[in-house]
C-alpha cells in the first residue's frame, strides 16, 4: 500500500499568457498535504495530460470556464491511486479518473468529476484519452450533437488529435460514406490514411488552395463538419455543406491564442438560410450520465482494432507545461499524456 505523504508538488500558474504560454507561463510549488474532510479523497497522480481548453484560462476574458488567478493550480484531467477516503464510494486503492490536474497527489473535494475506472483491460492512460473526456467529446459530439446518420459525408479538422482521431474513427465505425481529415505534417497524414482508415486528408498548412482540396477530397460535399479549429475553418466549409449540414463546435485551437478582438468573424451565414444548416457546440460534462455506457463501446472499439490509439508520452510533473506548449507549437501527435507515477499502469 502507498504510504500517505506529508507534502506534495503541483504546477500553479505563476503569470497571465499573452499568445502562445512559455515555460515562464507556469511553476512547481511544494504544498502541505491537509486532513481530509469528510467526503474527500486522496489520490496519488499516475497520468495527468495537457489539454488545449486550459489554454482559455490562463488569460483573463475566459470562455465557459472562469479565468485562473495567478498562483492558482493548473486543473486537469488525471488517473490518479486512490490513498486515503472519507468518501464511501471510494476505497483505498481504487483507480480513478478525475479533474486533479498537474500535480503529485490530489484531493477530490467531495463533488465534481471523478469516475471508478472499471477494468484495466487497456491502458489506464486511455481513460484521460480515448475514453476520457476527448474520447467522449468525439462520441457525443458525433452521436448528440451533429445526429450522425450511415452514409453522411464528414470533415474532421485536427483530425490527428485526440479529440479528432476519435471522432473520425467513430465516424467510420457508424457508416460514413466519406471521413475527411485535416492535419499538418506527412505523418500525421500517413498515420490517419492508414491507420485511422480516413478517405483522405488536407493539409491546411501547405495546401495553395484549402477549399478547392476540400471539395477535391468529398465531391458531393460534406453533411457534417466536426471542428476543432476555429472561425476561419468553419467559414471556408460553410460552402460545401449540404443540405441540412450540421457543424459541432467542438473547440477553437486556432483562436485561443488570439485576443478575442482579433478572432476572426463567420460570414458565410446565408448558406445557414437555403441550406438549413445548424450549427452547435458543446460542453462535453452535459453528457456525463451517459459516459459508461460510451465508453464500452468505444472500448470494444478499441479491442476489435476499430479505433487506434496515439498517445505521446512525458515523463515527470515537470514536463507538463513543456507537453501543453507542444499542443501550439510543434508537430509531434497523439494524446499528451505524463506519466508522473511511473511504475503504475
Ligand atoms: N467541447 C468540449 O467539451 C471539449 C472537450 C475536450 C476538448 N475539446 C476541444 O477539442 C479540440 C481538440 O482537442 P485535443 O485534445 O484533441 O487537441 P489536439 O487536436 O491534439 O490539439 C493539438 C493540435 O491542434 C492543431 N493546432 C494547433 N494549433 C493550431 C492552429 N493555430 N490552427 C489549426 N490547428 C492547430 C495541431 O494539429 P494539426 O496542425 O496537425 O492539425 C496540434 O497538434 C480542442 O479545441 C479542445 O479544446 C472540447
Known amino acids: 500500500m502507498t ?3 506529508s507534502t506534495s508538488r503541483r504546477i500553479v500558474l505563476a503569470a497571465q499568457a499573452v499568445g502562445v504560454p512559455t515555460r515562464e507561463t507556469f511553476r512547481v510549488e511544494d504544498i502541505a498535504l491537509p486532513a481530509l474532510s469528510e467526503g474527500q479523497v486522496l489520490t496519488r ?13 490562463l488569460s483573463s476574458g475566459a470562455s465557459y470556464a472562469p479565468p485562473l488567478r495567478i498562483g492558482d493550480p493548473i486543473d486537469g484531467f488525471a488517473i490518479g491511486e486512490v490513498i486515503e477516503s472519507t468518501n464511501a464510494r471510494f476505497a483505498v486503492g481504487d483507480i480513478v479518473a478525475t479533474g486533479g490536474g498537474w500535480a ?16 484495466t483491460r487497456l491502458p489506464l492512460s486511455y481513460w484521460i484519452g480515448v475514453l476520457g473526456v476527448p474520447g467522449m467529446t468525439a462520441w457525443f459530439g458525433l452521436k448528440r450533437v451533429a445526429t450522425l446518420k450511415p452514409g453522411d459525408r464528414v470533415l474532421v479538422t485536427s483530425a490527428a488529435g485526440p479529440v479528432g482521431a476519435t471522432a473520425a474513427q467513430i465516424a467510420r465505425g457508424l457508416g ?45 460535399g460534406y453533411d457534417v463538419l466536426f471542428d476543432n479549429v476555429g472561425n476561419a475553418m468553419i467559414d471556408a466549409v460553410i460552402p460545401l455543406l449540404r443540405p441540412g449540414g450540421r457543424i459541432v463546435i467542438s473547440g477553437q485551437l486556432a483562436d485561443y491564442n488570439t485576443a478575442s478582438t482579433n478572432v476572426p468573424g463567420i460570414t458565410n451565414t446565408r448558406y445557414f438560410i437555403a441550406s438549413r444548416l445548424r450549427m452547435e457546440g458543446l ?10 455506457a460510451a465508453q ?50
Open 104 to 119: 503529485e497527489h490530489a484531493i477530490f473535494p467531495g463533488r465534481g468529476y471523478i469516475q471508478k475506472i472499471p477494468h
Open 176 to 220: 460514413a460514406s466519406r471521413v475527411v481529415g485535416t492535419a499538418s505534417g506527412a505523418d500525421k497524414a500517413a498515420w490517419l490514411r492508414d491507420e485511422a482508415k480516413l478517405d483522405a486528408v488536407i493539409d491546411y498548412k501547405t495546401t495553395a488552395d484549402l477549399v478547392a482540396d476540400l471539395k477535391a477530397a468529398s465531391p458531393d
Open 3 to 5: 504510504q500517505r505523504p
Open 283 to 292: 460542453v462535453v460534462f452535459d453528457d456525463l450520465k451517459a459516459f459508461p
Open 45 to 57: 497522480t499516475l497520468y495527468c495530460s495537457a489539454d488545449p481548453g486550459t489554454r482559455s484560462r
Open 296 to 345: 464500452e463501446e468505444l472500448g470494444a472499439m478499441i479491442e476489435r482494432g476499430e479505433m487506434k490509439v496515439r498517445e505521446q508520452r512525458y515523463q515527470g510533473l515537470e514536463a507538463a507545461p513543456q507537453a501543453f506548449i507542444d499542443l501550439f507549437t510543434d508537430n509531434a501527435f497523439g494524446r499528451r499524456i505524463i506519466a508522473i507515477g511511473a511504475e503504475a499502469g
